[in-house]
């Protein structure tokens, strides 16, 4: 099997989720199965439901957050709830790629993890060189250097403010 491309959108700017969105109903419509695992969403989460609706096209959308708020707004109560949620939604991404249930696998705010300490590189790192015979998709606002060698292309957004509105530009490494 040959590798697959593994893409980054990250940056403090707005539509990296919209971006993996793009992308997933391309590939679906070019007739690719599409799992994406979203991390972190709290109330932003149902910025995907659109996708269900869809019915003939090839995407699964996972979410394992119980509560409704930003991780960074919960008690410790619940954020050792989210964390038990958060490491089956690992869970599950490992599967996704060792048993290749897609070809195309968006990881939508892995990259929030890292801030919050609960995801290492190596568990990320694991998960893009099992997957590395599908397409992968991840997001979040930093990306670790130390997984540069696992990803083929990074695109950063980042919000500019302007005299009158703000603007969003996109560098692409």
Known sequence: MERKLTEVYCGSGRGKTAMALGQSVKAAAQGESVIIIQFLKGKERRELDVLEELDNLDIKIFRFDKHGECYCDLNDEQKEEENVNIMNAMNFAHKVVTTESCDFLVLDEILGLFDYGLVT???????????????????????????????????????????DRDSISITEE
């Open 121 to 163: 590189v190596e568990n990320v790192a694991e998960i893009l060189e099992r997957g590395k015979h599908m397409h992968i998709v991840m997001t979040g606002r930093k990306m670790p250097e130390e997984l540069r060698p696992y990803v083929d292309c990074i695109s950063t957004l980042t919000l500019e403010e302007l005299t």
